[in-house]
């Protein structure tokens, strides 16, 4: 490794103790990322329940490989937000015996399981390993067959469309859903497994952009930093303006949405302007916002949201909304312990990012009421397929946004 001004590396130093001491040795674990790696695990979990893969209602046992009890909550709620839930009475683990037992672990845990647990034919074991090295999950799903049953040919496929419900066993027994569908619509499940894929598609392209390359690398500078805010003060400021156009074009049935869509949009209709503070007290030299300019994928981000709220009963405007929440809930907080770790500048030229990263968690919940109410007028069955389109419409643009920070640095 490299010292913070990355003027010598560790084999400069006398000892590996003042290599460490210097900041050019660091071989500890960041424990502030773990989070993200059960994040990651389970909207790749969210995938294989929407390609076939996995039922959660058939999974009998589940056995998952974490290092600390303390994780167990985090994965639950993912799990559970995700609308995709394991019953914690199926969770089986030997960590608090056994200890980390760090790569052996679910091999260790599968063993122990099946000399100490009596499964029945036709019963799932699903297992999930998250591996925290900057991040790899993997996942089995086993099912318990009689003694000297014979393994069919196709059964090692994944299931087409037309067979995507798994085979009834014999033994299997009635297990109630995740999610009881007289407590929510019946398609938001299919609706959040489907975005979350397209979420985690997007986060991991947005993480590999030069620009979050230069910040993970400790290589982001002050004037990157200007550069970043001068493109993205102008497409912050639209953000209000094509949320109450789309309210506005919004027609009988949606009144109740459009109410929703103008609270958020108030709340938000001075953002721009603290982001623009921010850049000021961090030296950036435009004085006047009208002559900050959109970089091109900020600029078709823009065009797309307002031609969007342009038409009529706008609604897959949630799927855009989805996306730009998500972006200040997830990959924000991700990246501002960096930015204030490489840049030396005052703790108030953060304001916009902690307040997006603390904020939209809010946000995002009032997302999930305006989804409800427009699933409970959706009387085509279009909407999930709107909402799904423009998310992925508008993670593509913004995504393209990020790629043009540091275009010509």
């Known amino acids: 490794g490299l010292t913070e001004d990355r003027q010598k590396g560790h084999l400069d130093f006398g000892s590996w103790q003042e290599a460490e001491a210097a900041g050019a ?5 960041d424990i502030r990322l773990l989070p993200h790696l ?12 929407k390609d076939g893969w996995v039922d959660p209602a058939r999974v009998d046992h589940f056995l998952c490989h974490y290092s600390s009890e303390k994780f167990i909550p985090v994965v639950e709620d993912l ?5 995709l839930a394991i019953p914690r009475d199926r969770w089986w683990s030997n960590l608090a015996w056994r200890g980390n037992t760090g790569a052996a672990s679910i091999l260790v845990m599968l063993a122990e399981f099946l000399q100490t647990k009596t499964v029945k034919p036709g019963e799932q074991i699903f297992c999930y390993v998250p591996e925290s090295g900057r991040f790899m999950a993997a996942y089995m799903l086993l099912e318990v067959e009689e003694e000297g049953a014979v393994q069919s040919a196709g059964s090692a496929r994944a299931p087409g469309a037309a067979t995507a419900k798994p085979a009834t066993s014999v033994a299997e027994v009635v297990i109630a859903p995740p999610h009881d569908p007289a407590e929510a619509p019946v398609a938001l499940r299919d609706l959040l497994t489907e975005l979350a894929a397209i979420w985690h598609d997007y986060r991991s392209q947005v993480w590999r952009t030069p620009l979050v390359r230069t910040i993970r690398e400790r290589r982001f500078t002050q004037p990157d930093y200007l ?30 949405l459009a109410s929703l869509i103008g609270v958020h949009a108030g709340e938000e209709q001075n953002d721009f302007q603290i982001l623009f503070d921010d850049y000021r007290k961090a030296g950036g030299q435009v004085a006047e916002i009208t002559q900050l300019r959109r970089n091109p994928g900020g600029e078709a981000l823009n065009a797309y949201l307002h031609g969007m709220a342009a038409t009529r009963d706008p609604i897959g405007l949630l799927g855009a909304i ?33 307040y997006h990263g603390h904020n939209d968690e809010h946000h995002l919940s009032r997302w999930l009421n305006a989804v409800e109410m427009v699933m409970a007028l959706d009387a085509t069955g279009d909407a999930p397929r709107q909402i799904i389109d423009t998310a992925r419409h508008t993670s593509a643009l913004y995504l393209m946004q990020f790629q043009h920070v540091m275009k010509d640095r």
Do not use: C
Not at 38 to 49: K, P, R, S
Not at 79 to 83: I, L, S
């Open 25 to 29: 040795l660091s071989l500890r674990q």
């Open 38 to 49: 059960f994040d990651i695990g389970i909207h790749e979990y969210a995938t294989l329940v």
């Open 79 to 83: 799990m559970d937000k995700a609308g």
């Open 227 to 256: 550069n970043w805010m001068e493109h993205w003060v102008p497409q912050v400021r639209e953000g209000s303006l094509w949320m109450r156009e789309g309210a506005a074009s919004l027609r009988g049935d949606y009144a109740a």
């Open 322 to 354: 989805y996306i730009i929440e998500g972006t200040g809930q997830r990959i924000v907080p991700a990246l501002l312990p960096l930015l204030k770790a490489s840049l030396r500048l005052p703790p108030d030229v953060f304001r916009f990012l902690e």
